[in-house]
């Protein structure tokens, strides 16, 4: 059984609102064993609505369309429904009571555009709203050049309205239909090595026709693995997709920082508050940063972390060479002969940042982030990143490619993954 998404209304093809029923809906057709043809959207437009029904209609079992069902002239919805069902739209008197009641005991006269969310197609079955005044409809399509049947829900496109009458009335259906079949799904995160470097490392587990299914997808220089188990019952699907993260971990190793909803931050703060091991630390390690071409990226991406305080005890942003000699104690010689974009100068740097704020660890960013500044010898891209700790520290020369702001980005990720991996106690494989 599949199914498609249909989402309807012009903020969302403005790109003025973004679209999060459609994604909420996936993961619930999911859940359940439903596989996702595809996702649609269109304006409030009633031929680009009627169309879009026609073209979905003709490749699902199940067309779940959210928006257009509003009391306004462009919420057209309902009549493009009822246009491609051939059929007229009849007022349903009992939603059109029930919508006069709540409006009675709201203390509000309601409106005549409000009639129109009572309209269902003849023949279509209407569907209570108890967050709203727009009814839902459930309507049974046989597209004119197809003799695939299609079960078409169209529900308001407020988020709250459409959860709720979808997990009360949609749900236990799509339920019924599915054969119990089931649907899980697990992301892992790497940072450090491209999209091709780890597809060959998870070698046959990419085989588009295993199933848990393994994919990849790329950003912002994080690749992260999406695994798939579909299985007739939970507990197979729970077992299949354990194995498969099993044995993902085991191709990848520590190149897997996080799964599912776990940021490279949220890694690292647990780290820092709990230890490699998990074990609760007997002190809190705090990090200080110094920066230069990241502008306060780094400490930015630190702090985005709830509860961060408990870690992170400051940081400079040390932009010009003499910001770097007077906060940072860094020599002007050092910066003379090497350059302020050299290992030296950012181990100088990270060395500074821990001893001036009493931290554990130093983190250090000094690069050409471009788009000028870039020379034969060290081009836009190169970045200098440093790391200080108890026992000494690294410094390591990379070359990102991409605009500023991926340069940026990538760095301070970067930064962090150094950290990251001093603290699991070992090097990093790149």
Known sequence: MNAMVLSIGDELVLGQTVDTNSA?????????????????????????IESAIAQAAGRCDVLLVTGGLGPTKDDLTRAALARMLAVPLEMN????????EMFRQRGRPMADANRAQALIPRGARMIQNSAGTAAGIDADFTPPDSSRRCRIFAMPGVPREMRIMFQHHVFPFLCTMSGGRVILTRTLHTFGLGESNVGEMLGDLMDRARNPSVGTTVFGGVVSLRIASRQKSRDQAEEALRKTVADCRRALGDLIYGVDELTLPSVIGDLLTQGASGRQSLRIRRVATAESCTGGLLAKMLTDVPGSSRYFQRGWIAYSNDAKTEMLDVDAGLIAREGAVSEGVVAAMADAARRKSAADFGLAISGIAGPD?????????????????????????????????TVRDRSAKMALTMLRYHLLGKKMPF
Do not use: N, Y
């Open 24 to 48: 909420w809906l996936s993961g619930e057709l999911a859940s359940i064993g439903w596989d996702v043809a595809g996702h649609l959207t269109v304006g409030d437009d009633q031929s680009a």
């Open 93 to 100: 008197a009992d939603w059109l009571g029930r919508m006069e």
């Open 373 to 405: 500044g870039g020379t034969a010898t060290k081009p836009v891209g190169t970045v200098c990143i440093a790391l200080a700790h108890p026992s000494g520290g690294i410094a390591r020369t990379f070359s990102f490619p991409g605009d500023r702001e």
